[in-house]
């Protein structure tokens, strides 16, 4: 087998060039067997964020039947609805994205992949245990920062293993093998929150489910190896070429050997020099980030409600349009399927058209199916409606969690994408309030009214601000 050009790298190179040799190569590469492999991973790493993020839903009916919480509140900023719970969950991940973003920079993607996974999974044993609202919604709020640390690391990870030309696919499916977790967690919600097993509420029983199974997580980091580039950028080269060999070598062995080395790619042309440590928040209100920190926020602010705003109150919604909490969750477990479905099918043209226009059309397809759903009565409609939406959901998901992270440099790709990131939870913590208030004021036709002015914001703001980042190598953006 001719490896020749896959060492070590610094016959190519010297340390200092390392990360822009290190992202010619990474962007030169096929993708291969290894790549998409660690790609399914760490997506399923991620299935236990996704599980824990959607049980806030699912688990509702459970809470007030329980009587822990109550469907609505006199009071706006009522702490004993569901509005709260809703609230406290992202709460925490505003936190973890916009406080935190920065520890997968500093200490790396693996290590914090591994252990922002663990807290939230102790956070939601303790939070399983609780028979109080308020330590119901504290031990909510800490999960929910172990939840929004993660989701950011699992991003920039992805980022960083996959080049441009598949990067979309990638994200499609990494979205896809995540949100298997939601159709699960509806089915265990299904069938256990209207029960009491051995005497314990089934809404209980759901959290630890999730949390037991999320210890698979020991196992994966064990075949996970570190973000060439952020070693590169953090002074780590020889580490960095070895696992770049390891990819670079994947490929040849897919190929028999009988394939030359990959061409290196343009250089690319660096956003910043700077190393994470020196660039801070103020750093990125400044040019070159501004406009891209500030269109981003603006995105986040208002996708939240498109999409939390009808994923997290799918059961509530359907009961007060009249149907039974048993039904309603059948329903919503229904709906779920498309949760994992539509990514994967979404994959197809997942690289053949810019991030912006993916965003802004799904963004009308869900004022469409979301005015219907409104409207209709019908069981059967409204789970063809309840699937469409969150088809459309799903797809804008995995073009901005990809495009978010792409448009900003290497050495300050978590934090940043963490910082614009947090916005969508900063919104979805107030929308838990808003969302019930105007349930109870305007019923769900209010509910997908306020959907509706959101989703305009993000389409106008996509089409109008929105770079192009389709073909081009990380740090050229």
Known sequence: MSVVGIGTGFELGTASAAPDEISQR????????????????????????????????????GLIRS???????????????????????????FVGTFFLGFL????????????????????????????SPEGLLFWRFLAGIGIGVEVITIDAYITELVPSRMRGRAFAVNQ???????????????????????????????????????????VLRLFLPESPLWLARHGRAEEAYRILARLEL?????????????????????????SAADVGF??????????????????????????????????????????????????SFIVAFAYPIAPLLASSFADKFERRWIIAGACVAIIVFGMAFAQLTEPVLLIVCGVLLTACNTTMSYAYHAYQTEVFPTQIRARASGLVYSMSRLSATFSGFIVAYMLKEAGVTGVFGLITAAMLIVVIAMALFGPNVRGRPLDTV
């Open 250 to 274: 994947a490929r040849l062995g897919a190929a028999g050997g009988n394939i030359a080395p990959a061409r290196p790619a343009p250089p690319p042309a660096p956003l910043a020099t700077r």
């Open 26 to 61: 990474l962007e030169a590469m096929p993708g291969s067997a290894y790549v998409w492999r660690l790609v399914v991973l760490l997506s399923l790493g991620g299935c236990f964020e996704i599980y824990d993020l959607f049980l806030t839903g699912y688990i509702a009916p």
């Open 104 to 131: 997968a920079d500093r200490f790396g993607r693996r290590a914090i992949f591994t252990y922002a996974l663990l807290f939230y999974t102790a956070a939601s044993v303790i939070m399983a245990c609780q028979t």
């Open 176 to 218: 896809s093998i995540m949100f298997i977790a939601v159709p699960v967690v509806a089915f265990l919600a299904w069938w256990l929150v209207p029960l009491a097993p051995y005497g314990i509420d089934g809404w209980r029983w759901v959290v630890l489910i999730g949390a037991a199974t999320s210890m698979i997580v020991w």
């Open 282 to 331: 103020a750093d990125l209100f400044r040019p070159p980030y501004l406009s891209l920190v500030v269109l981003f926020m603006v995105f986040n602010l208002c996708q939240a409600f498109g999409f939390y705003g009808f994923a997290n109150w799918v059961p509530t919604l359907l009961v007060e349009k009249g149907i039974n909490i048993t039904k309603s969750l059948q329903y």
């Open 67 to 93: 009587g822990l919480l109550s469907t609505t509140t006199q009071a706006f900023f009522g702490f004993s609805g569901i509005g709260a719970f809703v609230a406290a969950t992202f709460a925490g991940l």
